[in-house]
């Protein structure tokens, strides 16, 4: 399968989930309000966060042994069901004898009992992790796209049946969570061994292999996870959960502009894997200077109507969430560069490579993000953000260019010839789309 198809699949998926959860966060916004919704992020980002430090990159050694035809998909499977048990146990057992820790600094203001609604979501996390990856290493993208399609209406039908229907508040969410939690953790067990096949036989190969592979990319990966997040995590300490449902809000639609960036990049990812090194650098720059250009027409149509868009659908409470929003743009679309070295790393099979430069953007972003979030609140926050995607984007930049030899413009300057192709293939797809 070509990536023009896969990137197809993978678009037409996304587009439409995107619009399920774009549903789903205007309920949330209309009916818990600021604070309401900073809550449900908060504790949503948690989960996510934990999940990934958890999986210690083992979604990207799938990726890749399943894309050389190291290791059975099976065996690859098994691994991903054992381990989810024990992380999922392991991370229980550390968030309750920390919980005291959290609710008094990265989760302030929320609820000591609110650990165990984070807990319960873990496992669905790790597997649901695992099994995108998987499915990346099998080429299985069409099967991929309508699992996650499915679930993302799973999902907003029980937001709306608990919020909508019987308008239960926050513990309505907490229900939703639990609710969609253990339906999602079901189906992608279900679909993932139904696919791969599985076996619970310890093959320690693998596991060394999976763990050597995986920790060589873990620590930068997590660096930029963690600092992704910090922004969040100190405006909540400083100003609370209504900060937080504001600032979320002005994240979550100026990242959802990386749906671009991500589709091209998972329908890219088998093919850069087992092409020669200099045969993969030219694709990577293509991948890069189109998802580049195709973000920065979206922010230029999106911008302007920024203030309308959000207090007409979130309702004028949000209003504060405007200048926010249009500041994290062109950060946001800078790091369609992110994944460039990310990408190359993989075809060498040496995932370490990124983390230097990753842990450098880190620590260039830290100072800056606690000055401009303490002085500015969510605006500071906003600006400390757009700096740490610009010095992660020329960092990564560099990097590639030094291990390519690829010149600059080929990694952001789309050509005509490309430019005209795009154009009809969107203008035929579109055409197809209305008949």
Known sequence: MGVKRNISYILVSQIFTLTISFISSIIISRYLGPHGRGVYFLIITTVQLISIIGNVGLGTAFVYFLGKGTYEKKEITGLACLYTIFASLITAFLLYIGRDIMTNTILRGLDKWLIWIIVIQIPSVFIQYFFTNIMIGLNKFLLSAFVNSVLAVISLGTIFYFLVLNNAGLNGIYKQMVLFSFISLTLYIIILVRATGVTLNVNFNIIKDSFSYG?????????????????????????????????????????????????????AIPKITYLKPSESAQLIAKVCRTSIFSMFIIALIVAPFSKLLITFLYGVEFKPSVVPFIILLPGVTIMGIRNVSYYFSMQQGRPGITTKYTILAGLLSIPVYLILTIYFGIIGAALASSFSYIITAVLATWYFKKATNVVVTELYVMRLSEIVFYYKEFKNFFLRMIK
């Open 215 to 267: 920790m060589k990319i873990f620590v930068g990966f997590i660096g930029y996870q963690v600092l992704n997040r910090l922004d969040m995590y100190i405006l909540n300490y400083i100003l609370g959960p209504a900060s937080i449902g504001y600032y979320t809000l002005s994240t979550s639609l100026a990242e959802k502009i990386w749906l671009v960036d991500s589709s091209i990049g998972q329908a």
